[in-house]
Nanobody, 125 residues
Framework: QVQLAESGGGSVEVGGSLRLSCNASGYTYKHYCMGWFRQRPGNEREGVAARDSDGTTSYADSVKDRFTISKGPADNSVILQMDSLRIDDSATYYC???????????????????WGQGTQVTVSL
């Protein structure tokens, strides 16, 4: 059974930092790529950051120069370092995995195959 397990969400003040981790298990196919999406109340789920198989990364304009996606220490793991957090970064953040087909505007271009359960990030004054 495939599982994407996220961790690292929480509450932080404006300007603070959080680090989200996602570890995937249950699949061994090397050509899955991973990324992060978020959903704010009343909004659709949107791509935040994604990483292609060759290490190419892509970010949504709203998080460029503040968020960094990187490969985690384990295979099939990914980290999202979030700095200079703003109130409008508050959302539920989801880890996602799909067959690698490129990245753009912070999203994986291929249809998402697997989703994590989501982790809440709350930024306040």
């Amino acid at each position: 059974q495939v599982q994407l397990a996220e961790s690292g969400g929480g509450s932080v003040e404006v300007g603070g930092s959080l680090r989200l981790s996602c570890n995937a298990s249950g699949y061994t196919y090397k050509h899955y790529c991973m990324g992060w999406f978020r959903q704010r109340p009343g909004n659709e789920r949107e791509g935040v950051a994604a990483r292609d198989s060759d290490g190419t990364t892509s970010y949504a304009d709203s998080v460029k120069d503040r968020f960094t996606i990187s490969k985690g220490p384990a295979d099939n793991s990914v980290i999202l370092q979030m700095d200079s957090l703003r109130i409008d970064d508050s959302a539920t953040y989801y880890c996602a995995a799909s067959l690698c087909a490129g990245v753009r505007d912070g999203a994986l271009l291929s249809s998402i195959t697997y989703w994590g359960q989501g982790t809440q990030v709350t930024v306040s004054l």
